[in-house]
């Protein structure tokens, strides 16, 4: 009952910053636990950052506890990734997802299934 769609992916060079977004529509956006996910080719789509409905809790994964930043504009209905200091290791589709626990207080799970609505992805490369 929720669609997500991510935008902001791109080439950028090493050391380089990126913001993504994920626009979603359905039931009230705050009902939604939100984490983002990574899959580069070859490889199994591993947990990147979640976030609670409030905004208020967050999870990294250890690669990218740091770098990245997670978060929510609940009023326009859109979930963030700012990626700082990319690094090669990062290329990867990044894809978005939901799960609706009515009040989302937990910051997330980090494991693929427990999500139950995924965006299409957005490409990010970064060069060497």
């Known amino acids: 009952q929720v669609q997500l769609v991510e935008s902001g992916g791109g080439l950028v060079p090493a050391g380089e910053s990126l913001m993504l977004s994920c626009a979603a529509s359905g039931r009230p956006f705050i009902n939604y636990n939100m984490a983002w996910f990574r899959q580069a080719p070859g490889k199994e789509r591993e947990f990147v950052a979640a976030i609670s409905g409030s905004g208020v809790n967050t999870k990294y994964a250890d690669s990218v506890k740091g770098r990245f930043t997670i978060s929510r504009d609940n009023a326009n209905n859109t979930m963030y990734l700012e990626l700082n200091r990319l690094l090669p290791e990062d290329s990867a589709v990044y894809y978005c997802?939901?799960?609706?626990?009515?009040?989302?207080?937990?910051?997330?799970?980090?494991?693929?299934?427990?999500?139950?609505?995924w965006g299409q992805g957005t490409q990010v490369t970064v060069g060497s």
């Open positions: 997802a939901a799960k609706f626990t009515e009040f989302a207080l937990y910051s997330g799970s980090q494991l693929e299934e427990w999500y139950d609505y």
